[in-house]
Each structure stands twice: as structure tokens, then as C-alpha cells.
């Protein structure tokens, strides 16, 4: 469960930073505009995203230690 976590909470930050464009037969990681000033959606994902993370490393920590 906690690699799930981890797991989502990369997926929606490099989601924010990077596209992925297809050329030719071949997929390309591609940066994105940064935006100066951020929108409420995208500081609620910033953090939820980070939530997530800090869920997914107790739930690893907690799955190691009991």
C-alpha cells in the first residue's frame, strides 16, 4: 500500500513538470512552461501529491518496523 502512495505522489508531480510527446515511433520526456503564478488546483495537487508521499514513507516505515 505504501508503494502505492509513493508511487502516486511522483506520478502527480512529474505530471505537473513534464509531458510526454510521442515522435515517430519514440516517446520524449518534454518540460513544461513554468507558471509564475499557480492556480489553486495546482497548489491543492502540490499538495496532495506531497501528502502522499509523506503517507506512502510511514506506511513503508510502519510495514518495516511491526
Same mark, same amino acid.
Given at each position: 500500500?505504501? =508503494?502505492?502512495?509513493?508511487?502516486?505522489?511522483?506520478?502527480?508531480?512529474?505530471?505537473?513538470?513534464? *509531458? +510526454?510527446?510521442? %515522435?515517430?515511433?519514440?516517446?520524449?520526456?518534454?518540460?513544461? =512552461?513554468?507558471?509564475?503564478?499557480?492556480?489553486?488546483?495546482?497548489?491543492?495537487?502540490?499538495?496532495? *501529491? +506531497?501528502?502522499? %508521499?509523506?503517507?506512502?514513507?510511514?506506511?513503508?516505515?510502519?510495514?518495516?518496523?511491526?
Amino acid at each position: 500500500m505504501g =508503494a502505492a502512495f509513493l508511487a502516486l505522489g511522483f506520478f502527480i508531480i512529474l505530471n505537473e513538470r513534464y *509531458s +510526454i510527446e510521442t %515522435i515517430g515511433n519514440r516517446r520524449n520526456m518534454v518540460k513544461r =512552461a513554468v507558471k509564475e503564478n499557480r492556480s489553486i488546483l495546482g497548489r491543492y495537487k502540490l499538495a496532495l *501529491s +506531497i501528502f502522499s %508521499i509523506m503517507l506512502g514513507i510511514f506506511c513503508v516505515v510502519n510495514y518495516i518496523i511491526f
